[in-house]
C-alpha cells in the first residue's frame, strides 16, 4: 500500500506564510513527478507546482515568485514554501505523486487527503 500524507496547513493572514509537507510512504520503487494541486470551493482543482526527479520544476503563473516547491528524495518527500499569501489561495492543498509501486511495472498516480490552507484579508 501506498500512502501520502500531507501537513501544515492552516489559517494564516495575507502577506503570511506557510509551509506544507508531504510524505510518501509505503511499497514504493520509483517516484517521477510530485507535485501539489489545490481546489477551492466551487472551483476545478487546479496544478499550483509540479517538481521532476531530477528537480525541474513548474508553477502556475498565479503563485509564481511567492511558492516555492522542493523535495528530498532521500525521504520520499515534497514541499511547498508560501509566502505572501493571498485570500484567493484559499483552498485544499492535494500533494499528487507519480510512482512505481513494488511489484507493478507501470507508474500510477496517487494522492494525498488534502489540507486547507486558509487565507484572511
Known amino acids: 500500500q501506498v500512502q501520502l500524507v500531507e501537513s501544515g496547513g492552516g489559517s494564516v493572514q495575507a502577506g503570511g506564510s506557510l509551509r506544507l509537507s508531504c510524505a510518501a510512504s509505503g511499497s514504493i520503487s520509483r517516484i517521477n513527478a510530485m507535485g501539489w494541486y489545490r481546489q477551492a470551493p466551487g472551483k476545478q482543482r487546479e496544478l499550483v507546482a509540479r517538481i521532476s526527479s531530477g528537480g525541474s520544476t513548474n508553477y502556475a503563473d498565479s503563485v509564481k515568485g511567492r511558492f516555492t516547491i522542493s523535495r528530498d528524495n532521500a525521504k520520499n518527500t515534497v514541499y511547498l514554501q508560501m509566502n505572501s499569501l493571498k485570500p484567493e489561495d484559499t483552498a485544499v492543498y492535494y500533494c499528487?505523486?507519480?510512482?512505481?509501486?513494488?511489484?507493478?511495472?507501470?507508474?500510477?498516480?496517487?494522492w494525498g487527503k488534502g489540507t486547507l490552507v486558509t487565507v484572511s484579508s
Open positions: 499528487n505523486a507519480n510512482l512505481r509501486a513494488v511489484g507493478v511495472l507501470w507508474y500510477n498516480d496517487y
